[in-house]
């Protein structure tokens, strides 16, 4: 089924001419152009195409400026040198704001080109134009009924000028185009040139020379301005004249209005070239921008700065206020960052487009990262000035709707062609100077060194062994007791989980896991913990071993996504145990995201009978109101607090505060990072008596534990702790 936009038999006996010395190109031609219906035929070098041209004579060329042997534009020439071949449609394949190739293509006489990177669904519809234009001429000539109907459908005109006597006459329609009342009109060459853009009259004037110096045919697209201002688009066609001595006496032609067209043709460039957000060049824009400033600071031992930016906790707040509120952020910064450098150029759209008057390009790569090419740049501290004007226009405060948020920016910067000699180099080092502004405190810009791309190097190896550890079965678990000291009884477990990867050796959760949310494989992690736990449990059961409470801790992007409780239930049901032995541990920023949401979710995980922590406590949000709205059952006080408590009269406070306050809401409370008789004391004074770590005992393997349940573990200070209580499975130490 024909599904290009087109009746499957509109242009089903037209046959086109395919010539290109790329066999992939014209592969991908001819399977655009069959599909939607034309007949095709190729060549692969300039003679064959102009062999087949003459042998063939199809109803269109597609036809590419660089052919070995005859280029295109000398077979263009060829060809309007032909009988057969002056009315026949040829539409060249020019690279991308090629004007000098373009402007070369029509004094060869092209009828149209097409630019580089070719979209074949375009390319269907501009030769169903072109077709469908140049059959609506031939037919303008056999029939004055069909030509006055075909005129009105396409908005063309028709237009003879007597050179001897530089008279014109235009058809109404050209008159209805042009936006001109014919009376009192007088219609000279001059008055139709006044007519024309300023910016497009020497085009014009010299596509019309070389049809009256010998090329016989006029073909060009241009601007015009009507007496309101508007401007429009026309294709003008043109066939020259001449009496018996050889002497041009005419050239008469058509005029059409092609506005729509152009207009068509921008909006796909615009999908094609540009973000739908926030209508700046996309990546693959700011690439070919990127190479051409390159290609001229090349040319002239120029320097080219390229900054890559990324904000921080952007996604904090799309996933807190919402995508829409996400995307007026990125506008916002959008707008601050065009505005930030209109110092220092013009920073526009066609700025962008045209690539040669603005000394800057602002682009969007996708998600909240942007980048800035900074051309002809006077030095390092002239970059370092414009960097600090866009940290300082991003950390203005934000209004969304009801809400005012303070974000700031991590920026990156490169140098060309001290960072790199290509534009791969140069966006890969700044990428890398922005991670490492991001790792020195954020709100900051760091240039580019090769420790930089040293340690991108090494998050690139981590994160191809990290994508690669969970299949291979690299990842396992340690358990830490954690101990009643009053009772002087084991009364729970933590379990840690443990990378030793064969390439890279062992590989500390406090570096991998972090890693593991920003590639967004936390969550795969978590779910193999979680599972690995329960056959753990389930495997102490089958031994007649009674484990106590298992609390898991997991990362908040379970919540965000709300699939926690499926994850726990399929979890629990794979291993065939009761969810009274689980407890989940969960960070304090989790409870900050989709109130009502998480809500619901710790109350549905209530319901399978698991029980609710909050790890780390003290260190996250300051309001404590979710305290008393959250379905919670215990806090565990953060190892910071407890590293602290016996020489620091804060911690101490903060310590035994945390403790006094969930006793009093009737919370459990659990010490961890306990290394020290000091620190025992002073938390058994204070009525916490759960406690974990090194102190009791440091993490032992899952074969270990049988041994610390039944027997229970040496104290510190000679006697037994007795085994029995609660389980806790975690990512820390």
Known sequence: MNDSGAHPAEHAEALILVVHDDAAVRQLACAALEQAGFSIAEAEDGRQGLEDFERLQPDIILLDVMLPGLDGFSICSAIRQLPVGSDTPILMMTGLDDTEAINEAYEAGATDFITKPISWPVLCH????????????????????RLSK???????????????????????????????????????YQSFIDTIHPSDKESFQRAMDRALSGNRILSVDNRIVLPNGDVRFCHTEGEVFYDAHGRATKIAGTVQDITERKRTEEQIRSLAYFDSITGLPNRLLFHDQLERAIAFAARHRRKVAVMFLDLDRFKEINDTLGHAAGDDLLKGIAGRLQQCLRGYDLVSRNCALEGSRGNSTIARLGGDEFTVILQDIGGVQHVTTVARRILKAVAEPFSLG??????????????????????????????????????????????????????????????????????????TIHYQPQVDAAKGEVVGLE??????????????????????????QVVAIDEW?????????KTWLNLGITPPRVAVNLSGHHLIRMNLVGVMMRSLAEAGIEGELLELELTEGVFMQKSEEV??????????????????????????????????????IDRSFVNEVSHDADSATITSTIISMAKSLRL???????????????????????????????PVPAEEVIQVITDGLPAPKGGLLLGAGVAAVGVQQ
Request: proline content about 3%; glycine content about 6%.
């Open 126 to 145: 501009r030769v169903r134009y072109i077709l469908r234009s140049n059959r609506a001429i031939q037919d303008l000539r056999v029939s004055e009924s």
């Open 150 to 188: 075909a005129h009105r459908i396409a908005r063309m005109g028709v237009w003879e000028w007597a050179l001897q006597r530089d008279k014109l006459y235009w058809s109404k329609e050209v008159y209805l185009i042009f936006g001109i009342n014919p009376a009192g009109f007088e219609v000279t």
């Open 402 to 475: 009801e809400v005012e948020i303070c974000i700031s920016a991590s920026i990156g910067i490169s140098i060309y062609p001290d960072d790199g000699n290509d534009s791969g180099a140069l966006v890969k080092n700044a990428d890398a100077a922005m991670y490492h502004a991001k790792k020195e405190g954020r709100n900051n810009l760091q240039f580019f060194t090769q420790a930089m791309n040293d340690a991108a190097l090494e998050r690139l190896v981590l994160e191809q062994q990290l994508r690669k550890a969970l299949a291979n079965e690299e990842f």
């Open 495 to 520: 379990a840690l989980i443990r990378w030793q990867s064969p390439e890279l050796g062992f590989i500390s959760p406090a570096k991998f896991i972090p890693f593991a949310e920003e590639i967004g």
């Open 529 to 537: 913990v979680v599972a690995a736990v329960c056959r753990q449990i």
């Open 599 to 636: 809500i619901a979710t710790l109350h549905s995980l209530r319901e399978l009978g698991l029980t609710i922590s909050i790890d780390d406590f003290g260190t996250g949000y300051s309001s404590l109101s979710y305290l008393k709205r959250f379905p919670i059952d215990t806090l565990k």
């Open 668 to 698: 459990g409370v659990i010490a961890e990072g306990v290394e020290t008789e000091e620190q025992r004391e002073f938390l058994q004074e204070n009525d916490c008596t759960i406690m974990q770590g090194y102190y009791f005992s440091p």
